[in-house]
Structure formats: C-alpha cells, structure tokens
Nanobody
Framework: QVQLVESGGGLAQAGGSLRLSCAAS?????????????MAWFRQAPGKEREFVGYINRSGGSTYYADVVKGRFTISRDNAKNTVYLQMNSLKPEDTAVYYC???????????????WGQGTQVTVSS
C-alpha cells in the first residue's frame, strides 16, 4: 500500500496563491519507489463530480493540465522526498474544491487508472 497525505490547503483570496503538497509513504515504496509512479491531482467542488487537474510523469520532466487551470497551476515533484506539489496561482473562486493527489502507472486523466489516493485537502477561494 501507498499512503498519500495532502497538506497546504486553506483559505485564499481571488488572485492569490496556495501551494499544496502530497507526501507518499508506505511499505510498498521499498519495492516500487515513488519515482516509478505517475502522480496526479484531482479536485471536487461542492455538488460536482471529481475532475482532473493535472499530472506529472515519473521523472518530473513532463506535465499535463486541464484547460481550466493551464497557465495558472504548476505540478512538480521531488522524488528524493517522495513528494509532489501543486502550485496554484491567480486563484479564482471557482477553484474552490477539495484537492486530491493520486498515484498510478499511466499518464492519463481517468480517475480509475490511479491506484492510490489521498484523503484530500480543502481549498477555498474568496472573491
């Protein structure tokens, strides 16, 4: 099993920034290292389905984003720290959601392809 724990959520004003972190741990990482996982971020706004935000490849050299966050959000990772980050700039009230990180084997936007999920962290953006 791989445990993922998100942190860094909170309240921000429109136009502001937040940085989320997702730390991975677990016995499985001694067999299959963090750097072997594609890491993704998803979010779920109140009353809406969970949606894809972006992913980063194993080495951190390639990222892909949903159109609604492209140019504002940046995903990075530190494989030495078993951590992935989501830097959110120019925040909008519609970015308000619970943000989840996920680990998987493929660079896809489909939720079911990701095997491990964090518990989520709330991000609230006020206007």
């Amino acid at each position: 099993q791989v445990q993922l724990v998100e942190s860094g959520g909170g309240l921000a004003q429109a136009g502001g920034s937040l940085r989320l972190s997702c730390a991975a741990s677990g016995r499985t990482l001694s067999i299959r290292t963090f750097s072997s996982y594609v890491m993704a971020w998803f979010r779920q706004a109140p009353g809406k389905e969970r949606e894809f935000v972006g992913y980063i490849n194993r080495s951190g050299g390639s990222t892909y984003y949903a159109d609604v966050v492209k140019g504002r959000f940046t995903i990075s990772r530190d494989n030495a720290k078993n951590t992935v980050y989501l830097q959110m700039n120019s925040l909008k009230p519609e970015d308000t959601a619970v943000y989840y990180c996920a680990a998987g084997s493929n660079m896809v936007t489909v939720q079911r392809s990701y095997n491990y999920w964090g518990q989520g962290t709330q991000v609230t953006v006020s206007s």
